[in-house]
């Protein structure tokens, strides 16, 4: 185990400095700015795609929608609960989370696709979970160490939208 580099009266002393920086002290290793802006694309993403889930909630039709309809609000209300941990993740470091709709499709790594039948629906959320996970991959190995807080959070939404990309192609693999 790795002894402390700095000593605990400076640890103090350091700690009283920049009292408005919250939790984001002198050991903070990240590019902080870089850190607000991926995370406010994160935002972006996750709110396009609480959506979309919503909107092929209250729109999938057919014989065997039911259970793929509760599936995509279920997972809205995931993708939700994602957004709003971002969010707040923002705020702690001092920064503002970017919620403005004119914004939105532009920042978000996933598109929003209304999609005409279940298979459809079922595909191009997929395909936006997958293009979740790759995001969220790249985020995290960017991250490294520098960020433990931020990388333990993106590393929980990553676990969630693996298994969000294993719903839909279950349902795909049905018949969806």
Not at 55 to 78: N, Y
Not at 115 to 141: F, G, H, P
């Amino acid at each position: 185990m790795a002894d402390f580099v700095t000593d605990v009266q400076t640890l103090r002393t350091r700690a009283r400095q920049n009292l408005e920086r919250g939790p984001v002290t002198d050991a903070y290793g990240a590019d902080l700015p870089k850190v607000l802006d991926m995370l406010n694309t994160a935002l972006a993403t996750e709110i396009v795609c609480t959506l979309r889930y919503r909107q092929h909630h209250f729109t999938a039709k057919g014989l065997d929608s039911e259970p793929v309809a509760q599936e995509f609000l279920a997972h809205s209300v995931e993708e939700q609960d994602h957004a709003d941990r971002l969010a707040s993740r923002i705020a702690q470091l001092g920064g503002t989370p970017d919620m403005d709709p004119s914004r939105l499709l532009d920042r978000a790594h996933s598109e929003y696709v209304p999609a005409a039948d279940l298979k459809q629906m079922l595909t191009e959320n997929l395909v936006a979970e997958r293009i979740a996970i790759a995001s969220y991959t790249e985020m995290i190995t960017w991250l490294g160490d520098a960020d433990p807080t931020t990388r333990g959070l993106l590393e929980s939404i990553l676990a969630r939208e693996e298994e969000h990309a294993d719903d839909m192609l279950t349902f795909l693999g049905a018949g969806g």
